[in-house]
């Protein structure tokens, strides 16, 4: 990168602070630091779009460090910054609480450097990916809204999220259907039809191969000719989005919810929360390779 990104360590403890700084350094990241939420508002409202990404401790001296995620929320000059909590608490009802909020990703100290560069990394990565989604769908929405009944076939991980961004408009709370539709549309590639498993997948990110990995696999005679399809019906206050792949399945209950077995994975979350913010209703069929997402039209 041109110029280095910015990080804001907000932590009570001066050590943690320092330990994290010098993790990130050595991806190019430099760091500003900020003890208590105040001080980080403070920076946050001095510098806030020179920031890539924050470090927020849940419990600091001042308060819940949420509350400050619920402030930057509130600016849309901040909202769009991922936020990465890190806590001494693995408790799940904490996890999944910050996750419903919106929070990035949940880290549970102690971690070690590799796991936290390979998380910032790929807030950044996933956040450019939203914003482009998210910029992109409004200049589709009119033609979509007339939507009633239609039926999809995709191959790939593009051809996956060019769907979720046309199809999200074909309701008024598209933004955050954007994200939901795109994590099972890509899903039924990646991990249905190509048999990327979560711990491949993991191992695949880390060593920064999952894209060559994609294609590979999209090239071999085993998943050539393999596809998945999107119905889409509207109707009765509500539009039903049914995905299903050529994958064997997989076991899908493992990722419906977020708890402390997925705090030191980079992946595995998009599922729990395409079905907080993206849909209504959402619910997997059969051995898991067909999904339905459910949207009411009259939605918050």
Not at 100 to 106: H, L, S
Not at 224 to 247: H, P
Not at 255 to 268: E, I, R, W
Request: glycine residues 10%.
């Amino acid at each position: 990168m041109a110029d280095a990104a910015t990080a804001l360590v907000v932590d009570d403890e001066e050590m943690t602070r320092a330990i994290v700084a010098g993790y990130l350094s050595r991806i190019g990241y430099r760091t500003l630091e900020a003890e208590t939420m105040a001080q980080a508002w403070e920076i946050l409202s001095a510098n806030g779009a020179a920031v890539h990404v924050v470090l927020l401790d849940r419990r600091l001296s001042d308060g819940d460090g949420l509350e400050l995620y619920e402030r930057m929320k509130g600016v849309p000059e901040l909202a769009g910054i991922p936020v990465i909590v890190q806590t001494v608490s693995d408790s799940s009802a904490e996890i999944a609480a910050a996750i419903r909020a919106g929070v990035f990703y949940y880290l549970i100290k102690p971690y070690d450097g590799a796991l936290l560069r390979s998380v910032v990394r790929a807030a950044e990565e996933t956040t450019g990916r939203l914003r482009s989604l998210q910029g992109d769908l409004r200049c589709r929405s009119d033609a979509i809204a007339l939507l009633q009944e239609a039926r999809f076939r995709f191959r790939t991980p593009q051809e996956a999220q060019d769907l979720a961004i046309a199809l999200s408009s074909v309701v008024t709370t598209g933004r955050s259907l954007t994200f939901g539709l795109s994590e099972i549309l890509v899903n039924a590639v990646e991990h249905g039809n190509l048999g990327i498993g979560f711990e491949a997948k993991g191992r695949l990110k880390a060593s920064g191969m999952l894209a060559r990995e994609i294609e590979a696999r999209l090239a071999s005679s085993e998943h050539r000719d393999k596809y998945a399809t999107l119905q889409v019906e509207r109707g009765d206050g509500r539009v039903i989005f049914t995905v299903t792949d050529m994958g064997p399945g997989f076991d899908f209950t493992r990722y419906l919810s977020v708890d402390a077995s997925q705090s030191h994975a980079t992946h595995g979350r998009g599922i729990a929360l395409a079905g907080m913010v993206g849909f209504d209703e959402l619910t997997f069929l059969g051995t898991g390779n067909r999904v339905v997402g459910i949207v009411n039209l009259d939605r918050d």
